[in-house]
């Protein structure tokens, strides 16, 4: 049952089942974990001083662990599960979405925004997105039954095959892909309202687009059979479709507001990010660089208000400052003109401008 008093310290974003499909764990963007079924506890990162919000999970091939990582590519093991490295240090021109392991658990891909794919252990490297600089960020990435390719989506519904994975197509949709999963030979691909397309033959087993969503979806995950799959929300709701059983949720719960001990160190917070995000989608397609004349970046800044709210001493032109520090000044803009930091225009109706 969802429990409705249950605040959330981070939104939700990441699901990983067990490996025998009786339970999953669902990461928030704060480093919790929570377990359902018989899926066991075996700590998190939410009491360690974060640099990035955590942004996926995964588990390990026996279900006696799990990795969680963070949108700076660092890698947190807990149970059995290795570490293998991470992409800690490097300096990421965007940030890492996903972590997915190898199928024996003796390795994991990394893949970031731009569509760059790190391999650790003895994941392999088949190729990357980032050189066909993708119209909107890369959202997943989902190994084939052997191991030997992968696909990756973008927000904007496109994918990219590599090594031994087949395209089967791309959708359009208005509101953002959020994940991939693989299912027989092809891939679904899961919208933010719970629409899932099935491509390339794999299955359709329902949607969660008739369902009263509180937040939207982030992530779908498939059982191991690939006979269902799950969907989950922002707010740790969860919906089965085909064999996928439900072992609970945390739907119904809301996010906690916001105080400064939340921060991270460049000043915003991991549900500040997440609506920028979706407004930077709307507006942009996910591109950040945009330069126009009167307007620049990801969020759409007329020149002046750049000037006036960017006092951080970021780059001069909204189009050549990181998407952080884009963020940054849209919550000290939206501080001023919009009654609070944790404010953001309505990404269904968002029309640039600011």
Request: a negative charge; hydrophobic letters at 40%; charged letters at 15%.
């Amino acid at each position: 049952m969802p429990d409705d008093d249950l605040a959330l310290n981070a939104p939700v974003v990441g699901i990983a089942p067990t490996p025998d499909g009786g339970g999953y764990w669902l990461a928030a963007g704060d480093g919790g974990i929570f377990t359902f079924g018989d899926a066991r506890y075996f700590g998190s990162a939410a009491s360690l001083p974060l640099n990035k919000p955590i942004v996926g999970i995964a588990p390990t091939a026996d279900g006696n662990g799990y990795w969680e990582v963070a949108a700076d590519g660092g890698v947190f093991t807990y149970g059995d599960a290795r570490f293998y490295g991470s992409a800690g240090g490097i300096h990421l021109r965007t940030p890492v979405v996903s972590i997915v392991p190898t199928a024996d658990g003796g390795g994991y891909w990394l893949v970031a925004a731009d569509g760059g794919v790190f391999t650790y252990g003895d994941a392999r490297f088949y190729g990357s997105a980032s050189a066909d600089s993708p119209s909107s960020p890369v959202v997943g990435l989902a190994p084939t039954a052997d191991g030997l390719g992968y696909w990756l989506a973008t927000a904007g519904g496109a994918t990219y095959a590599f090594g031994d994975a087949k395209y089967a197509g791309n959708v359009m949709t208005g509101s953002p892909i959020v994940g991939i999963s693989r299912a027989n030979s092809g891939y679904q691909l899961a919208n933010a309202n719970g629409s899932i397309y099935a491509l390339g033959g794999a299955p359709f087993y329902g949607t969660a687009t008739t369902e009263h969503l509180n937040m939207p979806i982030i992530g779908v995950a498939p059982t191991s059979d690939g006979r269902g799959y799950w969907l989950a929300g922002a707010d740790g709701g969860i919906f089965a479709f085909g064999d996928a059983q439900f072992y609970g949720s945390l739907g119904g719960s809301t996010v906690k507001v916001a105080t400064a001990a939340d921060l991270f160190d460049d000043g915003v917070t991991p549900a500040q990010i997440a609506a920028w995000d979706k407004v930077n989608i709307c507006e942009e397609g996910g591109v950040w660089n945009v330069d126009g004349p009167i307007y620049s970046g990801g969020l759409g800044f007329s020149r002046a208000n750049w000037a006036r709210f960017n006092t951080f001493g970021y780059p001069a032109n909204a189009a050549d400052a990181t998407p952080d520090e884009q963020i940054r000044v849209a919550v000290a803009f939206a501080t001023d003109y919009m009654g609070g930091p944790n404010a953001a225009p309505d990404q269904n109706g968002c029309d640039g401008g600011y």
